[in-house]
């Protein structure tokens, strides 16, 4: 294919993939011409400023590719085109930097938080210039979320989801939260043998009963709902030895707080 038509299909899966309800179905098919199209032609063989062309033409499609594969939830569709976008944004440095590029690396920070594949998060980030860490959006927004991990703070996690620099942080933003619940869940088991429903909904950072009842009917747990109460139950009779009773107390003084700010 031609660099023309190569220009024109990715002009044309630019604009459906930016269109106010795009067709994301579409948007792959034209995502797999483009794969193909570019094997066959052998899209950067030339050398000088035809290949420069090619080269920010090809960012331009694989950053479509990456932001694609998080709307249709694909993440090891995500993490391929991110291991052939390192290649471009590393090694061709010389080229006008994309302005998706800090944006894309963020996203792939926040993915590797929400593997908890800390190791990797911390070799992308040595990768990265030190002043991008503070000053850039993208990438200071992850590098906040891993503090408060560490930190045990989940409440600023939680609240850290309202001000994500793009929508597509929200994926693996919401992946997060529910490893973050299904964590505190598994504390609250060892902690308490039951807990109103409300409390566990404050822990959980739930917004109502109903979205309590779901997750704890996904996780099997005993519901009582006369006495409105999630019934924990476990067979080792040492888990009040377990020191989580004070942390999940404590994280539920944070949230009543939180309740009285809002």
Same mark, same amino acid.
């Given at each position: 294919?031609?660099?023309?038509?190569?220009?024109?299909?990715?002009?044309?899966?630019?604009?459906?993939? &930016?269109?106010?309800?795009?067709?994301?179905?579409?948007?792959?098919?034209?995502?797999?011409?483009?794969?193909?199209?570019?094997?066959?032609?052998? =899209?950067?063989?030339?050398?000088?400023?035809?290949?420069?062309?090619?080269?920010?033409?090809?960012?331009?499609?694989?950053?479509?590719?990456?932001?694609? @594969?998080?709307?249709?939830?694909?993440?090891?569709?995500?993490?391929?085109?991110?291991?052939?976008?390192?290649?471009?944004?590393?090694?061709?440095?010389?080229?006008?930097?994309?302005?998706?590029?800090?944006?894309?690396?963020?996203?792939?920070?926040?993915?590797?938080?929400?593997?908890?594949?800390? @190791?990797?998060?911390?070799?992308?980030?040595?990768?990265?210039?030190?002043?991008?860490?503070?000053?850039?959006?993208?990438?200071?927004?992850?590098?906040?979320?891993?503090?408060?991990?560490?930190?045990?703070?989940?409440?600023?996690?939680?609240?850290?989801?309202?001000?994500?620099?793009?929508?597509?942080?929200?994926?693996?933003?919401?992946?997060?939260?529910?490893?973050?619940?299904?964590?505190?869940?598994?504390?609250?088991?060892?902690?308490?043998?039951?807990?109103?429903? @409300?409390? =566990?909904?404050?822990?959980?950072?739930?917004?109502?009963?109903?979205?309590?009842?779901?997750?704890?009917?996904?996780?099997?747990? &005993?519901?009582?709902?006369?006495?409105?109460?999630?019934?924990?139950?476990?067979?080792?009779?040492?888990?009040?030895?377990?020191?989580?009773?004070?942390?999940?107390?404590?994280?539920?003084?944070?949230?009543?707080?939180?309740?009285?700010?809002?």
């Amino acid at each position: 294919m031609p660099l023309n038509e190569v220009t024109k299909l990715y002009e044309t899966l630019n604009k459906e993939f &930016n269109s106010a309800n795009p067709n994301l179905q579409k948007c792959g098919e034209y995502l797999e011409k483009l794969k193909i199209a570019m094997i066959e032609f052998q =899209f950067i063989a030339p050398e000088g400023e035809a290949q420069d062309q090619k080269i920010l033409l090809l960012t331009k499609i694989l950053e479509i590719g990456a932001l694609w @594969s998080i709307r249709v939830k694909d993440i090891p569709s995500f993490e391929r085109y991110i291991a052939q976008l390192k290649t471009y944004y590393h090694d061709y440095s010389n080229l006008p930097q994309s302005p998706r590029m800090y944006s894309i690396i963020g996203l792939n920070l926040l993915r590797l938080l929400a593997q908890n594949r800390l @190791s990797e998060f911390h070799t992308e980030l040595e990768t990265i210039e030190p002043d991008q860490l503070v000053s850039n959006i993208y990438i200071k927004h992850p590098v906040e979320i891993e503090q408060y991990l560490m930190e045990g703070s989940y409440n600023r996690v939680w609240n850290a989801r309202a001000n994500v620099p793009a929508n597509e942080y929200l994926f693996f933003m919401d992946i997060l939260v529910d490893t973050i619940r299904n964590d505190i869940a598994s504390s609250s088991k060892k902690a308490y043998t039951s807990l109103p429903l @409300s409390d =566990f909904g404050s822990l959980l950072y739930f917004n109502n009963e109903n979205e309590v009842l779901k997750f704890a009917k996904e996780h099997n747990l &005993n519901i009582n709902m006369a006495e409105k109460r999630i019934y924990f139950v476990t067979k080792d009779k040492k888990t009040d030895e377990i020191p989580t009773k004070e942390t999940i107390s404590k994280i539920l003084n944070y949230a009543r707080e939180l309740e009285r700010i809002v």
